[in-house]
Structure formats: structure tokens, C-alpha cells
């Protein structure tokens, strides 16, 4: 009798484990959007020994550009401070899809072209970084950036 009970215990348990026969596991929980700070970020690039200096929050932004971020900060970088980069966060992919319309306009401009040659997306987070800097540099901001966990 007591056979019976521990392999009727046995079946239940491994029923309890793998779910439903035919079933495969859960499927993960999605991430919200809006999951990194800009603070994060600039930790992120202080942490993988890039250059952030003097970082500072600024909400204006000029020649028509979109205000659809929650938050943006702008540093300088060594080599050619007092030029750098910025840090866009944004709450909505729509808000992100916004700037990104926004830079392919400049992009397509040969006049304002050059100053968007380094942007980085990722998650909730824009990055751009100066046209100025070896293509090595910037990469090492791009792959800070998607060492982000969540």
C-alpha cells in the first residue's frame, strides 16, 4: 500500500512540474517600456570606464526637435569636451519612434547630417554621441548601453 502512495506522490509531482501534458512552460513575463533611468545609463558608461563628465539635465532641445522624452542629460567627453553626447529616455515606444523620425530627417539633411552620425537605441533609451570620436569610441558607449540589465 504504501508503494502505491509514493509512486501516485511521484506522478502528481512530476505533473505539478511540467504542467499540463502537451503544454510547454509559461511564457516569460514582458518587460515594461519605460524600464531604465537616464542615471543608469550614465552610471553604465562611469562603470565600463568611458567618459562622463560633467553630465547635466537639460529639457531644452533645439532645431525643432521632438520634447516626446521623459528625461535627457548631456555630458562631455575627454578628447573633444566641451562637446560629448546625451542620454534620451523615453516612456512610450511611440515617444522613441518620434526622435528616431526626427534624426532620419537630419540624417537625410547633408547641412546637419554629421552631428547624428553615433545613435544608439535601446530598450527605452536613445543614446547619440559625438561625430568627432574614433567609431571604436562610440561603440564602447553602444555596448555599455546594451550591458544594461533590466
Same mark, same amino acid.
Given at each position: 500500500m504504501l508503494r502505491y502512495l509514493l509512486i501516485a506522490l511521484? +506522478?502528481? +509531482? +512530476? $505533473? @505539478?512540474?511540467?504542467g499540463l501534458p502537451g503544454q510547454g512552460p509559461p511564457p516569460p513575463t514582458p518587460l515594461p517600456f519605460n524600464l531604465h533611468t537616464a542615471q543608469q545609463v550614465l552610471d553604465v558608461f562611469r562603470a565600463a570606464g568611458l567618459s562622463v563628465i560633467n553630465p547635466a539635465r537639460e529639457m531644452q532641445v533645439g532645431r525643432d526637435a521632438p520634447s516626446s522624452f521623459r528625461d535627457r542629460y548631456v555630458f562631455a567627453i575627454e @578628447? $573633444? +569636451?566641451p562637446n560629448g553626447g546625451q542620454v534620451l529616455i523615453f516612456d512610450t515606444p511611440e515617444a522613441l519612434a518620434q526622435w528616431t523620425a526626427y534624426i532620419e530627417r537630419l540624417r537625410a539633411n547633408s547641412a546637419t547630417r554629421r552631428d547624428v552620425s553615433y545613435v544608439y537605441t535601446f530598450r527605452n533609451v536613445m543614446i547619440q554621441i559625438n561625430a568627432d570620436l574614433p567609431p571604436r569610441t562610440a561603440q564602447a558607449y553602444r555596448d555599455a548601453l546594451e550591458g544594461l540589465t533590466p
Open positions: 511521484f +506522478a502528481l +509531482a +512530476a $505533473v @505539478g512540474c511540467s @578628447g $573633444v +569636451a
